[in-house]
């Protein structure tokens, strides 16, 4: 991707975080970024097309984050405990384009989309379910080796995640206290997940 | 409230969860209901007023879950899972008033409101926080009684309660097998936030 483009896709997050998919317009994007409206269209017809590009990079973000975690040394369950961890600073850390990854599923429910744009979203959403099944493999093995109590896999990934992902919703970047902070938000995070709530004897 | 009332917002609540607020129309909901647009108008002056009362009931269906559960014998954490398992429950069982909560929030982040509906949204949001409230509230007791691990309290529960609430994006009432099956789902999901991931031992 051209940095112009990045650029492009950078101030669209944040014009989409900020005021979402139907009340941002091309100006506030050209605005933001200080460059014309020319300069924008030249890259995407519309601003559907822009948000897609936003979406997508945001997927793209969370896949370069975990995959690396995947490496990680030790058992099953320390292996998904460091995908837990990536994932948790990745959603703080690319904050605008995570929440318009959200967005996008709300407009994937309720959008009027047209049968090209509706295939396109398809394809994001299926990025989600790929994303989702790196998780449920990694549980498996953890199952498998004995780390992982024996819960149901399915529903324990899709618990975690979500606890994780809720955090787009309460999560107020412009309250953070930089990195570190963040780095010991995710690991409270992911530490409440891995112990769970009841005191270990 | 009166039974007509009521009426109304079982059939704004699952037109406003099926097209979102911006596509549903008060045409939309008196079809569903078989009636009259002038019934609706009679309550309700705005499609507004009428999703502010939808996110009013649904928060009102939680507290009425969730606070039998605080009643529930046992050690502090015993009654924290008690509540966790109640509010996993109201949330499938309220699917279509649920998701209009959620709706709420995004629409407080985004929506242009005047200020008397920002206000009455206020309200609502405050609520929520109330809510979660009552779940520190309880986590603080369980830690004091020892049955809660040394958690950070806060985290711990904002983690829990997206856990469960994550599911209002994945969950399909339309796939349902039944009361049953959602009381099953709901037991798996607070096990997995009760034990924790780590096999114990």
Redesign the interface.
Do not use: P
């Given at each position: 991707m051209t940095s112009s483009k990045q650029q492009i896709l950078v101030a669209a997050a944040a014009c989409f975080m900020e005021?979402?998919f139907?009340?941002t317009t091309i100006d506030d994007v050209a605005r933001r970024l200080g460059a014309t409206k020319g300069r924008i269209y030249h890259h995407y017809p519309a601003k559907i097309d822009l948000f897609f590009d936003v979406h997508r990079e945001g997927m793209a973000r969370l896949f370069r984050a975990v995959e690396p975690a995947m490496q990680a040394p030790g058992d099953g369950?320390t292996v998904?405990?460091a995908m837990l961890h990536a994932h948790a600073l990745a959603l703080m850390d690319n904050y605008d384009f995570e929440s318009v990854v959200v967005q996008g599923?709300?407009l994937h429910?309720?959008g009027?989309l047209t049968p090209a744009q509706r295939q396109v979203l398809d394809e994001l959403i299926a990025s989600r379910d790929q994303f989702e099944s790196l998780f449920k493999q990694q549980?498996e093995a953890?199952r498998r080796d004995?780390?992982?109590?024996?819960?149901?896999v399915s529903?324990?990934v899709?618990?975690?995640?979500?606890?994780?992902?809720?955090?787009l919703?309460?999560y107020r970047p412009e309250a953070d206290a930089g990195p570190s902070s963040r780095a010991a938000?995710a690991a409270?995070?992911v530490?409440?997940?891995?112990?769970?709530?009841?005191?270990?004897s």
């Open positions: 005021q979402g139907h009340t369950l998904l405990a599923v709300q429910r309720f009027a549980a953890a004995g780390s992982m109590a024996e819960l149901d529903v324990a899709k618990t975690m995640l979500g606890a994780l992902q809720w955090s919703i309460w938000l409270a995070m530490r409440t997940l891995i112990n769970g709530l009841q005191r270990r």
